[in-house]
């Protein structure tokens, strides 16, 4: 080594070796020990209740494992959307269950997506007597427990008057204690191949608006899209009914003898759930819309307003789609709240999941196994709505170079 | 002084005195209250409908909710307990509001079960534990003796519930219900949970130690993806299968242990939210000051990241507090469960929107304080941001 490297003081010492020193001083030595305690700690809980139960089972012979779900349920169930009677089986039970919290899920978070949004704005609007009724909605439905909510709504379904004198607002739908009846039209083949052709119509035109955009990026004009979406969103749909014959019945509900016959049907305790978590849940979405439209930057605004654009154009081109940005993440959690809140629903008799494994494990004993069904399918919807909500953030956010 | 506007105008700009003009006002329209109710109510066509249909809406609501509430309502009917005769209340269902219910139940609806003659005892209880709400809420009380201030109420308040000393009779803990198990499952859920779900966040944060953080991670994602229910299904039916044999614990300390992991979780992803976003440069000066972890975390970070956090952590309380009616659903009977039995006998059955309106108010009553509580404490922190 040169003699004026060794002049350096730099070179003078060498660096502290970064070696492991079996000595408590050692951060890495004292982490490992740290989590090993920790780690042993809580394996031995988990061990203790583990033995316990397992000892618990064998004293009280219940046999574990999930073969019950082959059974016969004998479980009377009141709405299934799929074919479903008590000589079914658990596992088909169950099912059902999971179908009525999707179904009950999915259309909360849609409806209460729309109300809560359109309170958000209500709230922030010009006219003071529409901004202080959103402000009471939002301050008053907050702040009462949703169960108690439900139940209201419940009673107050309940309250409604039998089938004979049923309230009958318009046409033939009649509000009674039996739920909501309303005419439907009678489903026929025809009428799912219509659906399907509406389907493929909003994909094509998905797909068709991709096109004209990237034709105008490349030249600078824009084919008209309307008179295509037309002819894919009604054209088509119309087309396939026309040509599968057309049919059309329209199914009304009419009252015979102590019940109605005939109809479709909502019954009260959906009917007390959905209005219940879409009325609750609203009120949180539109503080949250509220907050993300003040968090636009009011100069946005009045730029928006220089350009000439209405305030109906201001808030729909300029400062949604910015506010989207910071109201997409809490209302992620939202959505989960609604979905984990549906579980309410057995409270009220809305057969749901929580509700017929519950059913199901006071039927056949099967605790572990039935809570661990309810939590495994939660699971798995709150993960898929947080991967769902996640990719659409990322595909909002702001494009930086 | 200056001279005021009249006099400044005797003299025009070509030195010729010109009459003095009185000061001109603002058109009557645009100021006072018909100037705001121009701009506010009545802008434009479309804000005037608007204006016009709610102002419709809000007034024929009113008026039937006056007439059911008030004006027809049943505020007494004959008769008590067994032998009392709704039928007053019946010949109104649907006009009328059946006040006579609350009347009849109030106690029950409070206290549940606990013996009538004793009642004074939950009723203090309830007192307690709003005193010692407001106390906890003013900043000149945050210091080290709110802790003992708390271990005394909270003792206090079992010794009332319980009793069986100083002469009190002993009350089973079956028989508690109402507004104090509301109050008690929130108050220890929260107080238990917040000081784990410190912890828990602070875990959750080791970089250095992987097996902590994931447990943590494990931990808090498991709770939080699953709804309560199923923490109180677990605690009412898998519980007594955890415990060796012989040993039993009851049902509300088996739904309060839910209750505090379950919003453990919830508070630890507010707390490290203040975690986050302490700057760097505080953990760094507490390092550089030579501090160990436990310091570091209990003089330098802690103090500053919950204090960030507070208005959110209000919320998550409220929600618990919203959240603690669930333990109706295993048949504990706290406030909102009350008013669900108390229209259980015959006689009342029917009325249970007069009886959960009642709850409502109560609930609301707290939670719209600790709500308001929590936006004023926003607005003061934030005070040196506003323009």
């Not at chain 1, 059309?248 to 305790?269: H, K, S």
């Not at chain 2, 299904?233 to 088996?254: C, H, Q, T, W, Y």
């Amino acid at each position: 080594m040169p003699q004026d490297a060794i002049a350096d003081p730099r070179y003078a010492r060498a660096a502290p070796r970064r070696g492991l020193r079996l000595s408590w001083r050692d951060p890495t030595v004292r982490s490992i020990v740290w989590q090993m305690v920790i780690i042993g700690l809580v394996g031995f809980v988990v061990w203790w209740l583990v033995s316990n139960t397992m000892r618990n089972l064998e004293v009280r012979r219940i046999a574990t494992g999930f073969g019950f779900l082959n059974r016969e349920a004998g479980l009377p169930i009141a709405e299934a959307m799929i074919p479903y009677t008590p000589a079914d089986t658990y596992a088909r039970a169950l099912l059902v269950g999971i179908l009525n919290t999707l179904r009950v899920a999915v259309i909360g978070i849609v409806l209460s997506t729309i109300l809560g949004t359109l309170v958000g704005i209500a709230r922030l609007a010009q006219n003071w007597l529409l901004a202080k009724l959103a402000a009471i909605y939002v301050e008053l439905l907050r702040d009462l427990p949703l169960l108690l909510q439900l139940l209201f709504w419940y009673a107050l379904m309940q309250g409604l008057p039998g089938p004979r004198q049923a309230v009958n607002p318009f046409g033939s739908v009649f509000l009674s204690n039996r739920g909501i009846k309303f005419p439907w039209i009678a489903w026929e083949p025809a009428h799912t191949a219509a659906l399907l052709a509406l389907l493929a119509g909003i994909a094509a035109t998905v797909l068709l608006a991709r096109r004209f955009t990237a034709q105008q990026m490349a030249t600078g004009t824009r084919p008209k899209l309307w008179p295509w979406g037309l002819a894919l969103l009604v054209g088509l749909p119309a087309a396939v009914w026309v040509v599968m014959g057309a049919p059309f019945t329209i199914d009304a509900p009419v009252l015979r003898g102590f019940n109605f016959q005939g109809g479709a049907t909502i019954t009260p305790e959906f009917a007390a759930l959905l209005l219940g978590l879409v009325l609750y849940t609203a009120a949180f979405i539109a503080e949250i819309v509220r907050a993300g439209i003040l968090a636009v930057h009011t100069g946005q605004w009045e730029a928006a307003g220089a350009l000439g654009l209405s305030r109906g154009e201001q808030l729909r081109l300029i400062i949604l789609p910015q506010a989207l940005r910071v109201i997409i993440p809490p209302m992620t959690s939202q959505y989960l709240n609604i979905t984990k809140n549906s579980s309410l629903a057995v409270a009220i008799g809305y057969q749901d999941i929580v509700s017929i494994a519950n059913t199901t494990l006071n039927q056949t004993g099967q605790a572990i196994e039935g809570i661990a069904i309810i939590m495994a399918v939660y699971l798995t919807i709150s993960l898929s709505i947080s991967l769902f909500m996640n990719w659409y953030n990322a595909k909002i956010a702001l494009k930086e170079r | 002084m200056t001279s005021s506007p009249a006099q400044s105008a005797t003299i025009g700009a070509n030195g010729m005195p010109v009459p003095a003009e009185e000061p001109r006002r603002p058109p009557v329209l645009s100021v006072g209250p018909l100037g705001w109710l121009r701009a506010n109510l009545f802008s434009s066509w479309l804000n005037t409908a608007v204006t016009l249909v709610l102002a419709y809406v809000v007034i024929s609501w009113a008026l039937g909710l006056i007439s059911w509430g008030v004006i027809n309502a049943v505020w007494d009917v004959p008769g008590t307990g067994a032998q009392v005769d709704t039928s007053a209340c019946r010949a109104v269902r649907g006009e009328g509001a059946c006040w006579a219910l609350i009347g009849e139940k109030y106690r029950f609806i409070l206290f549940g079960l606990y013996p009538f003659d004793e009642q004074w005892r939950p009723a203090l209880v309830v007192v307690i534990f709003v005193a010692l709400y407001v106390v906890s809420a003013m900043r000149r009380f945050w210091n080290r003796w709110l802790g003992l201030v708390w271990m005394a109420a909270l003792t206090v308040i079992g010794v009332l519930m319980w009793g069986g000393v100083f002469g009190l009779r002993f009350v089973e803990q079956e028989r508690w219900g109402g507004l104090p198990i509301t109050l008690i499952l929130s108050t220890f859920g929260i107080a238990l949970a917040f000081p784990l779900s410190i912890l828990v966040a602070l875990g959750r944060r080791q970089t250095s130690m992987p097996a902590v953080k994931a447990l943590c991670v494990v931990y808090i994602e498991l709770i939080r993806g699953v709804p309560l229910i199923s923490l109180l299904f677990m605690a009412s039916v898998m519980f007594p299968l955890f415990l060796p044999e012989g040993m039993n614990i009851d049902k509300l300390l088996r739904a309060q242990v839910a209750i505090i992991l379950f919003a453990a979780a919830y508070l630890a992803e507010v707390v490290r939210g203040g975690l986050q976003a302490l700057p760097k440069g505080q953990y760094e000066a507490a390092d550089a000051l030579g501090l160990s972890y436990w310091q570091k975390t209990g003089f330098i970070v802690l103090p500053q990241a919950l204090r960030l956090v507070i208005p959110p952590l209000v919320n998550t309380f409220i929600g618990m507090f919203k959240d603690t009616s669930l333990v109706l659903i295993i048949g504990i009977f706290d406030l909102l469960n009350t008013a669900k039995t108390s229209i259980i006998e015959p006689a009342w059955q029917g009325f249970g929107i007069e009886a959960y309106l009642f709850v409502s108010a109560i609930y609301f009553v707290f939670c719209f304080a600790m709500s308001k509580y929590s936006q004023d404490l926003e607005a003061e922190f934030n005070r040196h941001r506003r323009r």
